[in-house]
């Protein structure tokens, strides 16, 4: 089972925007199960004494630039992947929606976790995890999931999507400020190139 554990490749995701309202963007933090250890401490070592959940779309952009660059900088950056997508539009029920979205940037982490941290070909024994909301909190959401497990290419090797508060998980966090940071481009206020070099996170 240790053996496993140590393979295991954990993706947790958060969103910006709401499906099927208006643009939707995912945040996918991408790591094996036995870093996720030593990056989950490399972001909260960065945060106040005594802090408790943080919220993206809460704090100051200025503090929020400064806390991920400097995460960056301390970040196992050869083990670790952070990738911001836009969902594609198509209409449909919002928690299918939102499935879908799910799918689409589980499936675009995988493919640079392959590349940049495990140089290979193929990738299994994945477990994702997603902040809870009415949208994933729905039975067509795991329907939706379900079929994709079944049929849908790199997405058949996820073992299970798994639903938990926030609050709970410093990654969970971080998804949702790799999320959140898509604000920027769309305000002018930075571009693709700049929200890698300086924060790591990718754009597929």
């Known amino acids: 089972m240790a ?10 995701l958060d969103e910006y925007g709401t ?8 945040g996918a933090v991408v790591v094996l199960a036995r870093d996720a250890p030593r990056v989950d401490n490399c972001l909260s070592d960065l945060l106040e004494t005594g802090a408790g959940e943080i ?20 970040a ?14 198509r209409g449909g029920p919002a928690p299918v929606l939102y499935a ?36 994933n909190d729905h039975p067509a959401f795991d329907a939706e999931i379900a079929r994709a497990r079944r049929e ?11 639903k938990l508060d926030s609050a709970t998980s410093r990654l969970l966090q971080l998804a949702d400020a790799v999320a959140y940071s898509r604000k920027w481009i769309v305000g002018a206020e930075a571009n693709a190139a700049g929200l890698r070099e300086r924060f790591g996170i990718q754009m597929p």
């Open 152 to 162: 849908d290419g790199r997405f058949r090797g996820v073992n299970r999507v798994t």
């Open 100 to 135: 879908a979205a799910v799918v689409e940037t589980v499936k675009a982490g995988l493919a640079r976790f392959k590349r940049d941290v495990l140089g290979r070909e193929t990738i299994g024994n994945v477990d994702v995890v997603t902040d809870v909301n009415h949208h």
């Open 3 to 12: 053996g496993r554990l140590n393979k295991k490749v954990l993706v947790f």
């Open 55 to 74: 919220h993206a779309s809460r704090l100051d952009d200025g503090y929020l630039q400064g806390l991920l660059q400097r995460f960056w900088a301390e």
């Open 19 to 26: 499906a099927g309202t208006g643009p939707l963007y995912l």
């Open 76 to 89: 196992p950056r050869d083990k670790i992947v952070l990738v911001n997508q836009r969902a594609t539009a």
